[in-house]
């Protein structure tokens, strides 16, 4: 059974940063495409950052230039730094791996990042 497992999130003060990790088990990294979403409360889920099989990333307009996806297929991980984060960051934060065929969409147990003074 596939496993993605979150962890680094906290409470942080606005301005500072955190730095996201998810680690997979049982499935073949490379062939994913990885993503970050993150949902806050009373909202939908939403998509933060991805990054695709060959390294191409994308991000939402509210995160551009603050947060980086990474990706090291090597030790099965996909990575989520953020700087000059906002209380509006605040939310669940979720690993999602997905390929080629839409039964193989996988999901992490989320990791709470609240920002707050």
């Known amino acids: 059974q596939v496993q993605l497992v979150e962890s680094g999130g906290g409470l942080v003060q606005p301005g500072g940063s955190l730095r996201l990790s998810c680690v997979g088990s049982?499935?073949?990294?490379?062939?994913?495409?990885m993503g970050w979403y993150r949902q806050a409360p009373g909202k939908q889920r939403e998509l933060v950052a991805g990054?695709?099989?060959?390294?191409?990333?994308n991000y939402a307009d509210s995160v551009k230039g603050r947060f980086t996806i990474s990706r090291d297929n090597a030790k099965n991980m996909v990575n989520l730094q953020m700087n000059s984060l906002k209380p509006e960051d605040t939310a669940v934060y979720y690993c999602?791996?997905?390929?080629?065929?839409?039964?193989?969409?996988?999901w992490g147990q989320g990791t709470q990042v609240t920002v707050s003074s």
């Open positions: 999602n791996a997905k390929g080629a065929m839409a039964s193989a969409d996988y």
């Open positions: 049982r499935i073949t990294f490379r062939i994913y495409n």
């Open positions: 990054i695709a099989t060959g390294g191409l990333r």
